[in-house]
């Protein structure tokens, strides 16, 4: 079992490009979620999925879409991005329910700088 | 407004002293209430969980916590701290709102030195 995999591990961009950050999970989780990570703010919740088919907005979803159209895939995108979105984001899958007595289980992150 | 406060950015402690890292809520009721600890260019791993019942929980690594009602705090201890300790721990909780997502702290980042 890989578990939870992110790619890429890290990516630079120009402002205003777009890119795809591609999360995949082989424990037939139901739940998938995206996190930004910066330094002191902990992490914090961009979009998240509780099914296949399914995306909700998490605290931070503004300059970010995601789609869910594989159960074991979740993917985050960023259409025009920008110096504020320079983050390490972490992708995580749980099985049954949104962290109720559910585990998260985390991907290894992705490192993105946006120039 | 709700949230999770986790009030010391960075603890550092020689290697075999004892450690406490505090974590406090200021939910209306008991929310779920976890610890993780992410090493240095890693993912969240879980230690442990509080849903109900005993107030003190064992988990992975030696740590464990204590759910303490009347302060509010879910704080993590560790007995002997051990220079793989070094990471950072966030606490997290699920408001006790039904199927809502994990509300994460900033984070305490953990020194260990010799």
């Known amino acids: 079992n890989a578990g939870v995999t992110q790619t890429p591990k890290f990516r630079v961009l120009k402002t205003g490009q777009s890119m795809t950050l591609l999360c995949a999970q082989d424990?037939?989780?139901?739940?998938m979620y995206w996190y930004r990570q910066d330094p002191g703010m902990g992490l914090r919740l961009i979009h998240y999925?509780?099914?296949?088919?399914?995306?909700a907005k998490g605290e931070v979803p503004d300059g970010y879409n995601v789609s869910r159209l594989k159960k074991q895939n979740f993917l985050l995108g960023l259409e025009s991005a920008a110096p504020s979105q320079t983050s390490v984001y972490f992708c995580?899958?749980?099985?049954?329910?949104?962290?109720?007595?559910?585990?998260?289980?985390f991907g290894p992150g992705t490192r993105l700088l946006v120039l | 407004a709700q949230s999770v406060t986790q009030p010391d950015i960075h603890i550092t402690v020689s290697e075999g002293a004892s450690l406490e890292l505090r974590c406090n809520y200021s939910y209306g009721a008991t929310p779920y209430l976890f610890w993780y600890v992410q090493s240095p260019g890693q993912g969240l791993q879980l230690l442990l969980k509080y849903f109900s019942g005993d107030t003190l929980v064992q988990g992975i690594k030696g740590f464990e916590a204590e759910f303490k009602r009347s302060q509010s705090s879910f704080n993590l201890r560790k007995p002997s701290v051990h220079w793989s300790d070094a990471a950072e721990y966030f606490c997290?909780?699920?408001?006790?709102?039904?199927?809502?997502?994990?509300?994460f702290g900033k984070g305490t980042r953990l020194s260990v030195i010799a």
């Open positions: 999925s509780v099914g296949e088919g399914t995306t």
């Open positions: 424990m037939n989780h139901e739940y």
């Open positions: 997290a909780v699920v408001p006790f709102s039904g199927n809502t997502p994990l509300v």
């Open positions: 995580a899958s749980s099985g049954q329910a949104m962290g109720v007595s559910e585990t998260q289980y």
